[in-house]
């Protein structure tokens, strides 16, 4: 959910269902996988840096503010394998950016 004006948003996924190949040579090539899920939850806290870049030869604008976000997931797949993160409490940010932006047939 993005609060204009607020600086603030959340996404949170839950139960979202996808294939596990195991790894990126056998899902490239549409190899066997496995039934799994995943679930996860970003909140993004914005106002540091805001930029605005538009390029009309790449057909591309757009509007983003840096700032800071945590993250927490957790996936598993029907053959038993789970993973959770850390709490997002416990997390820090390196780079975390939001914006919106028309490219391609949406750059008009």
């Known amino acids: 959910m993005v609060h204009p004006g ?3 948003a959340t996404v ?3 139960g979202l269902e996808m294939e596990d190949y195991g790894d990126i040579n056998n899902a490239l090539s ?3 996988s496995v039934e ?5 939850r970003i909140d993004w806290l914005g106002g540091h840096h805001h930029v605005r870049l538009h390029n ?3 057909r591309f604008t757009g509007t983003f503010v840096e700032g800071a976000a945590t993250a927490e997931w ?3 797949n029907a053959d038993g394998f789970r993973f959770r993160s850390d709490p997002r409490g416990t997390s820090s940010t390196v780079f ?3 914006g919106k932006e028309r ?3 949406f750059f008009s």
């Open 6 to 8: 607020a600086g603030r």
């Open 103 to 105: 490219n391609g047939v």
């Open 36 to 40: 799994a899920t995943a679930s996860y």
């Open 96 to 98: 975390a950016v939001l």
């Open 12 to 14: 949170h996924v839950s």
């Open 30 to 32: 549409d190899g066997p």
């Open 74 to 76: 957790s996936a598993e």
């Open 56 to 58: 009309a030869a790449g």
